[in-house]
């Protein structure tokens, strides 16, 4: 690392140079390129996948995308001339757009089951050439513009649907301003020098600038979903500001002691740097560790996050000492600048609020470990609660056109209407065919069943299916049971005697199938990831303790954090308010990503606070004294990390992405509880009840792991130092006092 700082510090030019042709070259080749994301949950094997399949197969003009056009009216009905010839008139203009397939209208012959029982309400079908995730969003905008344009004061007009959708507004890049803003006023509080605030913006936002474009380029070459690009810029500019943080806060330091601005940088790098690679390693092992559950879908969020940190993580370490190059002195406020100069270098000592904190810590560990174990409890209550399923439109703000053509389909048509499933099989002869027409009259009857459409044969007539609307909403718990009792009772004996194998799909199939996987192999995930972990710290801190404390707090903050969103987007505790919309379920795919992101971010912090307790108890062997002195160091730069952190995670609720607005508030929630509770609290509290036990490993164990540690090869000979001389003396420990845990 030393040389590498060296070398950026000494070519800084050159270093600054060779980032923004690697920034300019990416963002070039994805604007000439474009994007292709693609929302696929389809898992192979699953129920709803082979349904999804079938139908592809059988019905090959089904494969476009399907949306609403919904109107209603305040008076009268939309069967009133004026009305009817409006619509029918918007809805040809529609059908010749280029983009779109086919109309269905419910003034149609056919359509009558289109119009509400008090006939106010009416819908027609928009069927798109393509798959949603490969509709040009001009082309959808252009559907919009022709819909809305026949409104007027007695008739409303909403769109629905997943291309709809892409017309919405979404707060463009007010989210990322308000973030980086509020993080540039924090650091200049902190810092007291521009310049120095500066730089971790600017670092920041070259490492997650150039990964927004590779993400870009990488949805070319595999599945990524649509919220990726948009998940990697959260954490990036996150972790990235943080880690400049981290370094430039090293770097002052050193300037402080009268180091020469090149010695000081490259020292900054050589210690700091380290802890940052370290922690950059362990987001992305546990970001990484959603390889394991082999999901397309999850594996394109996994690696398009990954490359976002190694990025910053990269911009970091070599682009950030060649701008400190740059700034020369000014990294120290005036006041600081000419402190030093006319009273020469002073040692920075832990003072105020820090240093009073620690000292409380280490008087009163019993007393703040249990409170900070009731905090942890209280939020992740919650988390029991816990329901994964379907999260729609119905879900999104009022103001959106697309909440609002759902509302009014559930009202003028059941809740059912806006999630139908659909049941596909293979037929084979007459005998089938009699079946599925029994199937049709037994499914009207079947309790949970708003209607059913008539069985419909594909061309060859060997495949076949029927729509089926439930009573309940898609997100309902009802319909999943509903989903359940179809697949496990109902279409058996209908299938019974036949060669009939009826699928289920359809939203709420779909969601429900990917949850199952999803849960079912989310202990494997969630055991590589904290084991992956563990394995990290013991090799760093060479301590069985520190890795197992570490775990549980990853945990907690995790827990803690799901609490937050099961309360917010679950319960509904002020997502109106936010702008977030209405109650509903949490998505199955949130909490593998969440887990990742949390549980890497986690790790950060122990790592920062950890290492600087490593360093102390290296140099004197006391335990009280390197908890105390490690906290007193490290708090204010944690703190400032943690508030600049949580400003950009909330910023992102301003996204309009109920997705994004998720990982928002729960990466916030987690870092103020990580930052705030358990690594400023509940860490110190149980390192100075533990005492020396903290930095236990079996003798044979430290001689059979390999060597890697995040301190500088100076303090590594110290602890090789250290471990000698207490080996000798063990002989002595029954005999003498253990003096390490006395005050220093």
């Not at 590498?4 to 963002?27: E, K, N, S």
């Not at 990524?224 to 430039?248: E, R, S, T």
């Not at 009073?356 to 209280?378: D, M, N, Q, Y």
Request: glycine letters at 10%; a negative charge.
């Amino acid at each position: 690392m030393a040389a590498l700082a060296q070398w950026c510090v000494r070519h800084r030019l050159v270093a600054f140079l060779l980032w923004l042709l690697v920034l300019g070259g990416t963002a070039g080749a994805a604007a000439l390129t474009g994007s292709t994301y693609s929302n696929d949950y389809d898992v192979s094997g699953t129920e709803s996948g082979r349904a999804t399949r079938l139908l592809e197969d059988g019905f090959p003009g089904l494969g476009g995308d399907s949306d609403t056009v919904v109107w209603h009216t305040g008076s009268g009905t939309v069967r009133a001339a004026d009305v009817e010839q409006t619509m029918t008139r918007t809805l040809e203009r529609i059908a010749d757009l280029p983009a779109v397939a086919s109309v269905t209208s419910p003034y149609d012959d056919q359509g009558a089951a289109r119009i509400s029982r008090d006939g106010r309400t009416a819908y027609a079908t928009v069927v798109f050439e393509e798959r949603a995730e490969d509709i040009d969003r001009g082309a959808a905008l252009a559907v919009v513009d022709l819909a809305k344009s026949a409104e007027t004061d007695g008739l409303q007009v909403e769109l629905g649907g997943s291309a709809i959708a892409l017309t919405e507004s979404s707060g463009g890049h007010l989210a990322e301003i308000v973030g980086v803003v509020v993080a540039a006023v924090v650091l200049f509080l902190a810092f007291g020098s521009l310049a120095a605030s500066l730089l971790p913006i600017v670092t920041a936002l070259v490492g997650v600038g150039t990964a927004y474009a590779g993400i870009v380029l990488l949805g070319h070459a595999m599945t990524v979903a649509d919220f990726a690009p948009m998940l990697g810029m959260l954490v990036g500019l996150g972790v990235g500001i943080d880690y400049a943080l981290f370094i430039v806060t090293r770097h002052r330091r050193g300037l402080k002691r009268g180091l020469p601005v090149a010695e000081a940088a490259e020292n900054a790098v050589a210690t700091t740097g380290r802890a940052v690679v370290f922690a950059g390693a362990t987001v992305c092992i546990a970001l990484l560790g959603m390889l394991i559950l082999r999901l397309n879908f999850l594996n394109g969020v996994a690696i398009a996050a990954s490359l976002t940190v190694v990025l910053t993580v990269a911009a970091s370490v070599t682009l950030l000492p060649a701008l400190l190059s740059f700034i020369g002195p000014r990294a120290l406020s005036r006041r600081e600048r000419r402190r030093l100069a006319e009273h020469g270098p002073e040692p920075e000592l832990p003072t105020g609020f820090a240093a009073r904190w620690s000292a409380f810590v280490e008087r009163h560990p019993k007393l703040l470990g249990t409170l900070a174990l009731v905090v942890v409890t209280v939020l992740a209550l919650p988390t029991a609660g816990l329901r994964l399923g379907t999260s729609d439109q119905g879900n999104g703000p009022a103001s959106a056109t697309t909440r609002q053509a759902y509302d009014l389909l559930a009202d003028g048509f059941g809740a059912g209407v806006n999630g139908p499933l659909t049941l596909v099989t293979h037929v084979d002869g007459a005998e089938d065919r009699l079946a599925l027409d029994n199937l049709d009259a037994t499914l009207r009857s079947t309790e949970g069943v708003a209607s059913v459409t008539p069985v419909t044969y594909s061309a060859g007539g060997d495949t076949a299916y029927l729509t089926v609307v439930p009573e309940s909403a898609p997100q309902s718990q009802r319909t999943s049971e509903f989903v359940d009792r179809l697949r496990a009772e109902v279409l058996p004996r209908a299938e019974a005697g036949t060669s009939l194998d009826v699928q289920v799909g359809g939203v709420t199939a779909g969601y429900d199938d990917f949850a199952e996987v999803i849960v079912g192999k989310l202990p494997l995930f969630v055991g590589v990831v904290v084991g992956l972990g563990c394995v990290l710290l013991l090799l760093a801190f060479r301590s069985v303790g520190i890795p197992l404390k570490a775990a549980v707090m990853n945990v907690a903050a995790v827990a803690g954090a799901f609490g937050v969103v099961v309360a917010v987007f679950q319960w509904g505790w002020g997502s109106e308010l936010l702008g977030l919309g209405r109650a509903g379920p949490i998505e199955p795919f949130l909490p593998v990503i969440m887990v990742s992101v949390l549980f890497g971010l986690s790790m950060d912090y122990q790592v920062f606070l950890v290492s600087r307790m490593y360093e102390e108890w290296l140099e004197t062997g006391d335990n009280r004294r390197a908890v105390r002195v490690g906290l007193a160091e490290t708090s204010r730069v944690i703190n400032s990390a943690a508030v600049i952190m949580i400003s950009v995670f909330l910023a992102f609720v301003l996204s309009g992405d109920r997705v994004i607005a998720m990982f928002g508030i729960a990466l916030a929630a987690a870092v103020a509880l990580d930052a705030f509770v358990l690594r400023t609290l509940l860490v110190p509290a149980l390192m100075h009840l533990l005492g020396g036990a903290n930095w236990w490993l079996p003798r044979w164990l430290d001689r059979r792991l390999p060597r890697i540690s995040i301190e500088p090869p100076e303090t590594r000979a110290a602890h090789e130092k250290l471990a000698q001389v207490v080996e000798d003396l063990e002989l002595d420990k029954e005999r003498q006092p253990d003096v390490r845990d006395t005050t220093g």
